[in-house]
């Protein structure tokens, strides 16, 4: 009895010893289950990762200014379309939106990218004006294909070509020549001023349009003829 007493008792102290090792082990394996699943799960994002930065890599340099540029554009089409249904002006209800900081910012951005610095020679003063003049031009892609198709092979000429000097330009185009340059006219008119005429100058022109082209000569090139001017008025030239 005494035997079977002892038995009893040390199969009730292994019984919790075999639960205890059990339990460890089932919460070693879930956690290896959830490291697994972790794992799975990491490799799968990092795979996507790797793809979406492939088909970055593959698109053009400039992709991410042109989306944003299209969705500009689909967006700005959209309101356009909403002010001519309410029959309203799109370009007053754009000003309205416009805070007074952006429009100093656009104002400031304005200013850098073409600075008006006052007149510092007639080759910055004529780069300015190309560089105004050549934002302001919008393509007809519509009149450029029609001409491609009629030219054929020699819209491009090459120097056995005899299409050079044929091509006529459109009514349209003339008109907005002639509108540009009387623009530029009336600009010009606007920052003419008459300088003032002083009695005591020697005179060495015929008319005025003579007297600021010898003004001109003499700013470039007085330094470099002063000498042959001098002799000459002293009556020693050579």
């Not at 079977?4 to 290896?32: G, H, M, N, V, Y």
């Not at 944003?68 to 356009?80: N, P, V």
């Not at 249904?85 to 100093?104: C, P, Q, S, W």
């Not at 400031?108 to 031009?137: C, H, M, S, W």
Request: with cysteine; aromatic share 8%.
């Amino acid at each position: 009895m005494a035997s079977c007493s002892e038995d009893t008792a040390a199969a009730t102290e292994e019984e919790p010893t075999e639960t205890l090792a059990s339990r460890k082990r089932e919460e070693r394996l879930r956690k290896f289950r959830e490291l697994h699943f972790k794992r799975n799960e990491a490799r799968k994002l990092n795979h996507q990762e790797v793809v979406e930065e492939d088909k970055r890599l593959k698109l053009p340099a400039n992709w991410e200014a042109k989306k944003s540029r299209l969705e500009w554009e689909l967006a700005k089409d959209e309101k356009k379309k909403e002010c001519a249904a309410r029959g309203e002006d799109y370009n007053m209800v754009k000003l309205l939106e416009i805070t007074a900081d952006e429009a100093e910012r656009w104002e400031r951005k304005k200013k850098k990218k073409n600075p008006d610095t006052g007149f510092a020679g007639y080759a910055e003063a004529q780069f300015r004006q190309y560089q105004r003049l050549t934002k302001q031009i919008r393509p007809d892609m519509q009149g450029y294909e029609k001409q491609r198709e009629e030219s054929g092979e020699d819209f491009y000429p090459t120097s056995n070509s005899l299409s050079y000097g044929t091509h006529v330009p459109t009514k349209d185009g003339i008109d907005r020549m002639v509108e540009d340059v009387e623009k530029q006219i009336e600009k010009r008119a606007k920052y003419s001023r008459r300088r003032a005429y002083n009695d005591d100058a020697d005179i060495d022109y015929i008319n005025e349009r003579n007297a600021k082209f010898n003004k001109k000569a003499e700013r470039f090139y007085g330094k470099y003829t002063a000498e042959i001017k001098q002799n000459l008025e002293r009556g020693t030239a050579v």
